[in-house]
């Protein structure tokens, strides 16, 4: 991963709105965390409680460690990582921000029916899949404490959020069709314009003093192919609302749309549920034109040379 000099962070601070305020949601920050309120069905604005009315004692302990985790994951959780992101690179703002798919309204929906696993799932197996797919790692067990913490962080910050209720908010917001197919080559040309200055060149994220600034989008320390991010409209929804950093909403759709086909297009770890090859698992896992697992780009099948999953290639800390 590239490594950023103080220098470069300070003039990008100046130069991108937003990311002064992204660094005050990293580990380490004193600072306030905003809060984006999201509208309830009833009409009411709905905020998750201000982190200093975290209670003290026992519950509030483990709330606090359930935020650390999610903010500093790799740090918290390292026997559950493989790669180089944290849970708040696609929730932002620790999990609070609406339409970057927040903690609070994701803990109301659950259980639920995943056609990914074909069963109902409980929270605490949605989260076993986050780590296996998005942190390219291992699944704790259910009832181990990093899953505890995490469960009791999403039920605090959804205190007071209607139970079963599909809030405004919740995911990413939905993006309509492009007006003409996603293409790689503009593709290419919005991330060089757009987010290469923080995500870099070559996609692989850009660090400071032992810490990752912004997070590798493809390659060996990124998300693997069975995350539900490497689906280009999951990637264009949250590109579009949240991208760049301070910037959301800003991107025309058809950039979105674009953008998220390139980044998806590049190898990144195998999807643990490897069947034996590219084309078999594509059959078996990736049946959708979402995906672009399996399909040939510049003569090259996306992912018949994926490292292995599960993080054998994560940086030694």
């Known amino acids: 991963m590239r490594k950023l000099p103080l220098a470069g962070i300070v ?32 009409g009411e604005a709905f905020r998750p ?16 460690l359930g935020r650390a985790i ?18 708040s690179n696609c929730h932002l703002d620790a999990g ?10 994701a803990w109301v929906a659950f259980p639920a029916y995943r ?26 067990s259910l009832g181990d404490k990093v899953l505890v913490a995490l469960e009791t962080y999403s039920a605090w910050l959804a205190h007071g959020a209607p139970v079963g209720a599909d809030m405004p908010g919740r995911g990413y917001p939905g993006l309509p069709k492009s ?29 400071a003093g032992g810490t990752v600034v912004f997070p590798p989008l493809w390659g060996a320390n990124s998300y693997n192919w069975g995350a539900g991010m490497h689906m280009v409209n999951a990637a264009a929804a ?16 058809q950039d979105a749309w674009d953008v998220a086909l390139f980044v998806d297009s590049q190898e990144r770890p195998q999807d643990p549920r490897f069947a034996g090859s590219a084309a078999e698992t594509r059959h078996r896992f990736h049946d959708s034109p979402w995906s672009m697992y399996g399909q040939t780009i510049a003569g090259h099948v996306l992912g018949s040379t994926s490292v292995p999953s599960g993080g054998s290639t994560r940086q030694a800390k």
């Not at 579009?240 to 950093?245: D, F, G, H, I």
């Open 11 to 42: 003039l990008l601070g100046l130069i991108v709105p937003g990311i002064l305020a992204y660094a005050q949601s990293q580990p380490g920050s004193t600072g306030p965390s905003p809060s984006v309120p999201a509208t309830t069905p009833a």
């Open 49 to 64: 409680p201000p982190r200093d009315a975290i209670p003290s004692g026992p519950y509030g302990d483990m709330v606090r």
């Open 70 to 87: 999610f903010r500093d994951t790799g740090k918290y959780a390292p026997a559950f990582v493989g790669n180089e992101l944290r849970c």
């Open 96 to 105: 609070r921000l609406a339409g970057a798919s927040p903690l609070w309204a």
């Open 115 to 140: 056609a990914k696993n074909k069963h109902v799932n409980t929270f605490a197996e949605r989260l076993q899949g986050c780590f296996r797919f998005s942190m390219n790692g291992k699944a704790p």
């Open 179 to 207: 007006t003409s197919p996603p293409d790689y080559g503009r593709g290419q040309a919005v991330y060089q314009a757009k987010c290469a200055m923080c995500h870099g060149a070559d996609g692989q994220g850009q660090s």
């Open 238 to 253: 949250f590109i579009k609302a949240n991208m760049p950093l301070g910037l959301g909403g800003t991107l025309s759709d």
